[in-house]
């Protein structure tokens, strides 16, 4: 019988795992950008896919092995779920945020500098038509609805075994409502790892903190108070 994973390969996973989500998804808005005279359908639709197939794969991949969590909102919200204990959440989210900050470098690194920067690097931006306040809400109600599917495919005993596909349909979809209204990050270090990596620091920066947090906390309350919990 195989011995449960070290914590140590528990970070290493969500490193890595973060990484690979991190060079998918914002590698995408990169890849976009190459293409000739793209619409703004066409660009949502890549984003959509990149991130949603990649958050999948990278689950799928670290599931077995740190649960898969990718996120630092995520982790709080495992915390107050009581799903990750205090100090396995605080070492996680410092490994997702290396690995989403070795992505966003290796992408500066790989890619041209007129290509990255006219993309901000793959970093999500605010719509001119929102103001922070509303940019959080979508950020938060986003996240709520990753973090629904995460505990109803992933946490609870009774999910169905799936892989990262139900986790990866979810951000799919988030990123069809809000990918051209936030960037629908839905997590921080998706979002300050090509921020960081690539210079660019909005003055919003904060509503990729914020919105994910509260978000994934209402979710964890819901799940595990009202559907998770005894009847």
Do not use: C, H
Not at 121 to 128: I, R, V, Y
Not at 166 to 190: F, K, S
Not at 214 to 231: F, K, T
């Amino acid at each position: 019988m195989s011995s449960a994973p070290s914590l140590s390969r528990k970070l290493a996973a969500e490193l890595l795992g973060t990484f690979i989500f991190v060079v998918v998804g914002a590698g995408s808005a990169l890849g976009a950008a190459s293409l000739s005279s793209p619409n703004a359908g066409t660009l949502l639709l890549i984003a959509a896919l990149a991130n949603g197939l990649g958050l999948a794969m990278a689950v799928s991949l670290t599931m077995k092995t740190s649960g898969g969590v990718l996120n630092p909102a995520v982790a709080v919200g495992l915390w107050v779920g009581g799903k990750l204990k205090a100090r396995d959440a605080v070492l996680y989210i410092v490994a997702e945020l290396v690995g989403a900050i070795g992505a966003g470098a290796a992408l500066v690194l790989s890619f041209p500098s007129a290509l990255g920067t006219s993309v901000n690097w793959g970093a999500p931006t605010l719509s001119g038509t929102l103001n922070a306040s509303q940019g959080i809400a979508i950020e938060a109600l986003l996240t709520f609805v990753l973090v629904m599917a995460i505990y109803g495919t992933a946490v609870d005993a009774r999910a169905p075994q799936i892989g990262g596909l139900g986790i990866g349909l979810a951000v799919l979809a988030d990123v069809l409502v809000g990918g051209n209204l936030t960037g629908a990050a839905m997590n921080p270090a998706r979002a300050f790892g090509p921020m960081l990596a690539g210079g660019f620091y909005p003055g919003y920066w904060y509503i990729y903190l914020i919105g994910p947090l509260i978000g994934a906390i209402i979710a964890s309350l819901v799940y595990s108070r009202l559907i998770e919990g005894p009847d």
